[in-house]
T-cell receptor
Framework: DAKTTQPPSMDCAEGRAANLPCNHS???????VYWYRQIHSQGPQYIIH???NNETNEMASLIITEDRKSSTLILPHATLRDTAVYYCIVRVRGAAGNKLTFGGGTRVLVKP | NAGVTQTPKFQVLKTGQSMTLQCAQD?????MSWYRQDPGMGLRLIHYSVGAGITDQGEVPNGYNVSRSTTEDFPLRLLSAAPSQTSVYFC????????????FGPGTRLTVT
């Protein structure tokens, strides 16, 4: 699996957009980008995924660069409940049991 | 629809004791897995199953056994607990092997003294 690099932490003001970067420079053509988050002491929660096109759902938007070497998760209007650790994961869909490899993630603190 | 449930929520064991962590899902998912999360770290895959009767090892399988006799249940057995197994254990399920989204349970906090 391609390795991902995320900043260890970032702050965001409540009501503002939070932009979370992720580098995956060794990603291969059949690997997807997934984002999960983990709110304190809870199990991780799926947010969004993408291959090469930008994606949007009710939680967030995912912007993937044209060369696919990096991506940005956008939380359009951050709330205090969005305080969590956000994980960027790169994985081939369906390969070897669809295992997800979680790295260190980005600890996001949303401030009033 | 309860999703993924795990029991117990908390457990303290002495070194050498054995126990089973329970995991159940009511979504008829084929894929189930167990992760552990040590303090301040990401999750690491222990074992996984792509269907009833089929299991395989993840990154850190030593000291753990699993079985999958039904679609709903995927218990994790600690054979002889060690302090290094002190961790939070999460069970997850996905509709199929190829599913993008996995659903995680609330976790079991295990302390081995």
């Amino acid at each position: 699996d391609a390795k991902t690099t995320q900043p260890p932490s970032m702050d965001c003001a409540e009501g503002r957009a939070a932009n979370l970067p992720c580098n995956h420079s060794t990603i291969s053509g059949n690997e997807y980008v997934y984002w999960y988050r983990q709110i304190h002491s809870q199990g991780p929660q799926y947010i969004i995924h993408g291959l090469k096109n930008n994606e949007t759902n009710e939680m967030a938007s995912l912007i993937i660069t044209e060369d696919r070497k990096s991506s940005t998760l956008i939380l359009p209007h951050a709330t205090l409940r969005d305080t969590a650790v956000y994980y960027c994961i790169v994985r081939v869909r369906g390969a070897a049991g669809n295992k997800l490899t979680f790295g260190g993630g980005t600890r996001v603190l949303v401030k009033p | 629809n309860a999703g993924v449930t795990q029991t117990p929520k908390f457990q303290v064991l002495k070194t050498g004791q054995s126990m089973t962590l329970q995991c159940a899902q009511d979504m008829n998912h084929e894929y189930m897995s167990w992760y552990r999360q040590d303090p301040g770290m990401g999750l690491r895959l222990i074992h996984y199953s792509v269907g009833a009767g089929i299991t395989d090892q993840g990154e850190v399988p030593n000291g753990y056994n699993v079985s999958r006799s039904t679609t709903e249940d995927f218990p994790l057995r600690l054979l002889s607990a060690a302090p290094s197994q002190t961790s939070v254990y999460f069970c997850a399920s996905g509709q199929q092997v190829s599913s993008y989204e996995q659903y995680f349970g609330p976790g079991t906090r295990l302390t081995v003294t």
